[in-house]
């Protein structure tokens, strides 16, 4: 089993849309998640960290849902250039607690977003 | 800061040739990753450096991979000898060693192994 699992969609989405994708992951120690948006030929950057209390930037909503494992991203009124692919990321803390270091990252979410 | 910054931002080799790739994490940061993307894998941890010692190798491929950080501004990455399927996208990322930071990328070397 993949240690972080995306549905890759692709999602094909009318502007105005609201559209969610899902996330979830096997290692029970992951400690901080994230979603990072990638555009086509370009590096993945940091969309927004996910708290377990869940967190709202704009029109995005993120989830996290720790007794199932699960993280959500909620975008509301869709817009063009919401297009591109979502990546779901965990983190979590080496054995020793000294370092926060391994990302791991989900296969991507394809939302195209057409007028 | 101008960013990780990463070199070359394209190679072409022929098979069974060395690559080398390079690495300069954002000032401060002391962590430092390199992935490599492909269609069918998607992003793939290869190696992670903590205050310049590797922590975790185990996504390398095999013993053909090779990486270094021989001070906190700089890594490389080296594939000896190169094979078509090396063929992919390698970022480099760095990040501050603390939960729930986030990590910036590089631009990406494109790789192409013919």
């Known amino acids: 089993r993949k240690e972080v699992e995306q549905d890759p969609g692709p999602f094909n989405v009318p502007e105005g849309a609201t559209v969610a994708f899902n996330c979830t992951y096997s290692?029970?120690?992951?400690?901080?998640f994230f979603w990072y948006r990638q555009d086509c030929r370009k590096e993945p950057k940091l969309l927004m960290s996910?708290?377990?209390s869940g967190n709202e930037d704009g029109r995005f909503t993120a989830q996290l849902n720790r007794a199932s494992q699960y993280i959500s991203l909620l975008i509301r009124d869709s817009k063009l250039s919401d297009s591109a692919t979502y990546l779901c990321?965990?983190?979590?803390?080496?054995?020793?607690?000294?370092?926060?270091?391994?990302?791991?990252f989900g296969q991507g979410t394809i939302l195209t977003v057409h007028p | 800061d101008a960013g990780v910054i990463q070199s070359p931002r394209h190679e072409v080799t022929e098979m069974g040739q060395e690559v080398t790739l390079r690495c300069k994490p954002i000032?401060?940061?002391?962590?430092l990753f390199w992935y490599r993307q492909t269609m069918m894998r998607g992003l793939e941890l290869l190696i992670y450096?903590?205050?310049?010692?590797?922590?975790?190798d185990s996504g390398m491929p095999e013993d053909r991979f090779s990486a270094k950080m021989p001070n906190a501004s700089f890594s490389t990455l080296k594939i000896q000898p190169s094979e078509p399927r090396d063929s992919a996208v390698y970022f480099c990322?760095?990040?501050?060693?603390?939960?729930?930071?986030?990590?910036?990328f590089g631009q990406g070397t494109r790789l192409t192994v013919v």
């Open positions: 990322a760095s990040s501050e060693d603390r939960g729930n930071t986030e990590a910036f």
């Open positions: 290692n029970s120690a992951s400690q901080s």
């Open positions: 996910v708290y377990s």
């Open positions: 990321v965990v983190n979590k803390a080496n054995a020793g607690g000294t370092s926060y270091g391994k990302l791991t």
């Open positions: 000032s401060g940061h002391n962590s």
């Open positions: 450096f903590n205050n310049n010692v590797p922590i975790d």
